[in-house]
């Protein structure tokens, strides 16, 4: 018996940043503080070719060695993933950057409650969306 399809999904999908360009961007627009990440947010413009949500994920060498930033990048895909589609904005890229010890370390709970509270300090009310 053949395994069935997965469910189809109303949630927007995500593509992964891979341009420097596209960070770049990122860098110069909204920050928000989590504390094991931090958060850039940007709307992309309207004359921008991309669809969907976009996400990148950076770890600098101060993060700690290969084994430490692997790991942490690993944790800040995974968070991406799970609440991305339902709490971020079509049109929009994101870039989650780790932390020293504490993206690593955090219990992944906490991890994944603090996107979700900085995507909604991003997209809060009285901000332009």
């Known amino acids: 018996m053949a395994p069935s399809p997965p469910p189809a999904s109303s949630q927007a999908a995500l593509c992964v940043l891979t341009k420097r360009a596209d960070f770049l961007r990122a860098a110069r627009a909204r920050r928000q503080s989590a504390p094991a990440f931090l958060l850039q947010a940007r ?24 084994v430490a930033r692997n790991r942490a990048k690993r944790r800040l895909r995974e968070i991406a ?20 010890a504490a993206t690593a370390e955090r219990d992944f709970t906490l991890l994944r409650a603090d996107l979700a509270a900085a995507l909604a300090r991003i997209h809060g009310k009285g901000r332009p969306s």
């Open 43 to 66: 709307r992309r413009a309207p004359d921008e070719p991309a669809t969907g949500i976009r996400v990148g994920f950076t770890c600098s060498k101060k993060v700690g060695n290969a």
């Open 81 to 100: 993933r799970l609440e991305l589609p339902t709490n971020g904005r079509d049109g929009w890229d994101y870039v989650l950057i780790g932390r020293k």
